[in-house]
């Protein structure tokens, strides 16, 4: 299995197509058997994917040429033994609750995961909470 952490940017408010975005990924994710967690704040999309190598790898060339994304940018892609992301087909997370709660329930869905990953989303999260 591998896994991929990536960041882009929003062509556009993300606020308005998350729903959409939510969806199709929970839907496309569950059938293919991806697991991972998709954090916005409505500027930028912090997101990793995990699973078989050829799947993931074409989740992530569908999300390149998505017209939602620019700026594509790989932070990270290792090989994982085992999910750190539970069997969840997209857990989301996006600000306009209280930074605090926010910064909880990141350190909750990234629990399982790598020290390094854990970092990214945590700082992340941070940077956007006090922006």
Excluded: C
């Amino acid at each position: 299995m591998i896994q991929i952490v990536y960041i882009s940017t929003a062509r556009g408010d993300t606020r308005t197509e998350r729903g959409n975005i939510l969806m199709t990924s929970r839907r496309n994710n569950d059938r293919d058997g991806i697991s991972g967690l998709l954090y916005d704040d409505g500027k930028r999309f912090l997101q990793v994917l995990e699973g078989e190598v050829g799947i993931v790898e074409a989740a992530f060339a569908r999300i390149k040429t998505d017209p939602r994304h620019r700026a594509v940018v790989i932070l990270s892609r290792r090989e994982i033994e085992a999910r750190e992301f539970g069997d969840w087909a997209m857990a989301s997370l996006s600000p306009g609750v209280e930074a605090n709660d926010v910064m909880v329930r990141v350190g909750r869905l990234v629990a399982r995961a790598s020290a390094n990953v854990r970092a990214t989303f945590e700082s992340f999260a941070q940077v956007r909470a006090a922006a």
